[in-house]
C-alpha cells in the first residue's frame, strides 16, 4: 500500500470511529470508557490500513464480489495479443511497489500527484515543527520558574503572565494572580491531570495531527479527546468531595479565552459551557453501556474495508490454475490503472511484478521496460522482449 492510501483510508477511519463517538457516546458519562475510546480511535486508524485480512474476511469477500474468481487472467499464448487481459495502453508513470525512473517526451511537467505530495510535506513539516516549538515553550517555561516537588508532581512557578498548565508531571503557574483558594483548587486540578496521566493522550493526538494534518476530523478528534478529559477530571474532583458551585465558580473565574500549548492540559474557556452542563447532567445507567457494544460491527466493517488484501496460503493453492508457462505482453501505451491491476492479478499465480524503469521514446511510446519479478519467492529480472504488438515475457513455472 502506498503512502497516498494509507493515509486515505487512516484518515476515513478515524472519520467513521469519531462520527461514532459523537452520536453514540458524547452524552453519556463513561468518561474513562470514553477516553479509552477515544485513544482507540488513533490506534485503530493507524494499524487498520497495515493489517492483513483475516482469512474470515477474506473469504466473506470472495463469496460477494467472487474476488478470487480468475475470470480476467488466464494463460495468454503468443499470438493471442490484441485479445489478451495483459494489454493495457496508454501512460505508465511511477506504480508505488519501487522507485520507478520514468522519462517522457515532457520530463520537465510536474505532476499532480508530485505537487499533492510536495503540499503535504511542506504541511508535515509545519505541524511537526509546530509541535516542537510547544514542547520546547514548556520546556523554557519550566527551566525558567522555581521548582519543588509536591505530592505526585513538581509544582514550576514563576511570575510570567502565563496561563496555567501541567505537562506529564508539571504544573506551571504564576501564584501572585490568584487568591490562595483558587490557587489550592488550580493545583488539585492540574494534580488529577497529571495522576491520570492525560499527557500520553494530547501527545498522541498531537502526533496523529501531524500525520493528518489535511483531515479535518483528524483536529476534531484532538478537540474531543481534550474535552473529555476535563470532564474525566470535573467528575474526579466532584466524586471527591468538590462543591459542584463553587467549582464551577472557580472555573468561571480562572478560565482564559485560549491557550497556545495544544499539548498541554490548561484552562480552555471554549470548553467551559461543555463542562458546565455535563457536570449537572444526570450520570449515564449502566444500561447505557449498550452503546459501545453497537461499535463493534462498526469496527468489523472497518476491517473489511480497509485491512490490506492478503491471500492465506489456503486460498492461493486453491485458485492458483495450473500453468506451465504464462505469457504476459504489455503495449507501447500502457495506463497505471490497467497496469496496477495486471499487478494484482499476477500475484493469484504467484508473481510479483515490480516495475524498475520505464523510457519513452519521441512519439511517447515506450522505449525501455525493466522489471524485478518475484515468483515462489525467488526474485529475478524479468526479460522483456519487444515485439510488434508490445513487450512480452514469459514466466517459467517450475515442476
Not at 115 to 123: H, K, M, P, R, V
Not at 281 to 302: D, G, I, M, N, T
Not at 303 to 320: G, I, R, Y
Not at 361 to 378: A, P, S, W
Request: charged fraction near 20%.
Amino acid at each position: 500500500m502506498d503512502v497516498q492510501m494509507y493515509l486515505l483510508h487512516s484518515g476515513l477511519i478515524l472519520s467513521f470511529l469519531s462520527i461514532s463517538y459523537w452520536l453514540l457516546l458524547r452524552r453519556e458519562t463513561f468518561f474513562k470508557a470514553n477516553r479509552w475510546f477515544l485513544l482507540g480511535n488513533i490506534l485503530l486508524a493507524l494499524a487498520i490500513p497495515l493489517l492483513p485480512k483475516p482469512a474470515y474476511v477474506i473469504q466473506l469477500k470472495a463469496d460477494l464480489v467472487e474476488f478470487f474468481q480468475p475470470k480476467v487472467i488466464e494463460e495468454v499464448p503468443v499470438g493471442r495479443a490484441e485479445n489478451s487481459p495483459f494489454i493495457p495502453s496508454g501512460e505508465i508513470i511511477d506504480l508505488g511497489a519501487t522507485e520507478m525512473e520514468a522519462s517522457t517526451s515532457n520530463p520537465s511537467t510536474i505532476s499532480f500527484e508530485t505537487l499533492l505530495n510536495g503540499a503535504y510535506l511542506i504541511g508535515f513539516c509545519i505541524m511537526l515543527f509546530r509541535f516542537l516549538v510547544q514542547i520546547f515553550s514548556v520546556y523554557r517555561q519550566i527551566k525558567r520558574s522555581k521548582v519543588t516537588k509536591g505530592a505526585g508532581y513538581y509544582l514550576a512557578t514563576n511570575n510570567k503572565n502565563i496561563t496555567p498548565f501541567s505537562f506529564w508531571k508539571y504544573i506551571v503557574i504564576n501564584p501572585n494572580k490568584y487568591d490562595e483558594t483558587s490557587f489550592i483548587q488550580i493545583l488539585e486540578h492540574e494534580r488529577i491531570h497529571i495522576i491520570q496521566r492525560h499527557t500520553i493522550d494530547l501527545v498522541i493526538a498531537e502526533l496523529f495531527l501531524i500525520i493528518q494534518w489535511f483531515n479535518p476530523l483528524a483536529w476534531w478528534q484532538r478537540h474531543l479527546m481534550e474535552q473529555n478529559l476535563e470532564f474525566l477530571v470535573d467528575q474526579t474532583l466532584l466524586d471527591n468531595g468538590e462543591n459542584k458551585q463553587a467549582y464551577q465558580y472557580h472555573l468561571v473565574q480562572v478560565a482564559v479565552p485560549n491557550s497556545p500549548l495544544s499539548i498541554s492540559s490548561n484552562y480552555n474557556a471554549s470548553q467551559l459551557k461543555n463542562r458546565i452542563k455535563m457536570m449537572n447532567l444526570q450520570r449515564s445507567s449502566l444500561a447505557a453501556s449498550w452503546k459501545y457494544a453497537l461499535l463493534l460491527p462498526v469496527v468489523f466493517l472497518l476491517l473489511v474495508a480497509f485491512t490490506t488484501q492478503t491471500m492465506p496460503d489456503s486460498l492461493q493453492k486453491e485458485h492458483v490454475p495450473e500453468l506451465d508457462a504464462l505469457y504476459i505482453i504489455i503495449t507501447e501505451h500502457a495506463k497505471i490503472a490497467e497496469i496496477k491491476e495486471t499487478q494484482e492479478k499476477l500475484l493469484v499465480y504467484g508473481v510479483n511484478l515490480i516495475f524498475e524503469e520505464v523510457q519513452y521514446n519521441d512519439e511517447n511510446k515506450i522505449e525501455v521496460l525493466k522489471t524485478i519479478m518475484q515468483v515462489d519467492k525467488t526474485f529475478g529480472s524479468a526479460n522483456w522482449t519487444k515485439e510488434k504488438q508490445g513487450f512480452k515475457s514469459v514466466i517459467l513455472y517450475k515442476d
